[in-house]
């Protein structure tokens, strides 16, 4: 007899917690925005209880800070929290290249080179934000390739939180092709090292480069200068219009 894997239906918490993070990605909800609890469950029609349970996971993701009293606000990123975010998704990457390095051949390495030249010819036209959404996926495919290959899941899930946080909240119609094309450049460094046996040094250079918050930092603070004055604009376009018409 051959037993299928049945889905279990999603818990209300799990829910209300996919619709929270749709706002905020879509920026219904913005960094350092506060919102009540009240006005999110007489939203979605549910009882305080599931929303509460979503709202400390996200808390515990770190996309939100809850306040006694005071609901809950919209954690936007500081350049402190960037760094601190680059440093761990480097060590954390650097780690599985070398975890499963000996895994590492020539298919994936050619799916990886596949979704570099689907990012080089997309860098070109960053004029539309389909363009941009399938560059951002792209991107991720390429990192999983080798990060797929990790026996540690938690980790995994964990470095998909910190880029959410990087990249997803809200995300916005915004790229610095300069960058992109320097990161396109490291790709194919560590692609080459990878080629060429040499794990350690393609570990190093996703720690020490690619997420290196120094090494990248004019373009960090170019970016997310960017990406908080589009947060404002959204803000005051939000603002603009009565709450029940939002």
């Given at each position: ?106 298919p994936e390495i050619e799916e990886m080179r596949r979704l570099s030249r689907i990012m080089k010819e997309l860098v070109k036209h960053l004029e539309s934000q389909e ?7 792209a991107n991720r495919e390429f990192h999983g390739v080798f990060l797929s290959l990790s026996a540690n899941e938690e980790l995994q899930n964990y470095v998909e939180l ?85």
């Open positions: 007899m051959i037993l299928r894997e049945v889905e279990k239906p999603k818990s209300l918490k799990d829910v209300v917690y996919e619709h929270l993070k749709e706002e905020l990605r879509e920026g219904r909800l913005l960094p350092g925005e506060t919102f009540r609890l009240r006005d999110v469950s007489e939203a979605v029609g549910i009882s305080t209880t599931p929303l509460r349970e979503a709202l400390v996971q996200l808390q515990a993701e770190g996309f939100i800070t809850l306040s006694r009293g005071k609901g809950a606000t919209v954690r936007p990123l500081s350049l402190s929290t960037i760094r601190d975010i680059y440093q761990l998704i480097g060590a954390m990457e650097g780690a599985v290249i070398l975890e499963v390095c000996q895994q590492i051949g020539k363009n941009i959404d399938a560059y951002h996926q910190l880029k959410q946080r990087l990249y997803d909240f809200p995300r916005l119609n915004l790229l610095l092709p300069d960058w992109e094309e320097c990161n396109l450049k490291e790709h194919d460094d560590v692609m080459a090292y990878l080629e060429a046996g040499k794990y350690q040094a393609a570990a190093s250079h996703l720690q020490n480069v690619h997420w290196s918050f120094e090494v990248q930092k004019r373009f960090i603070v170019r970016y997310y200068e960017s990406h908080m004055e589009a947060c404002r604009r959204l803000q005051e376009e939000n603002s603009a219009f009565p709450q029940e018409e939002r």
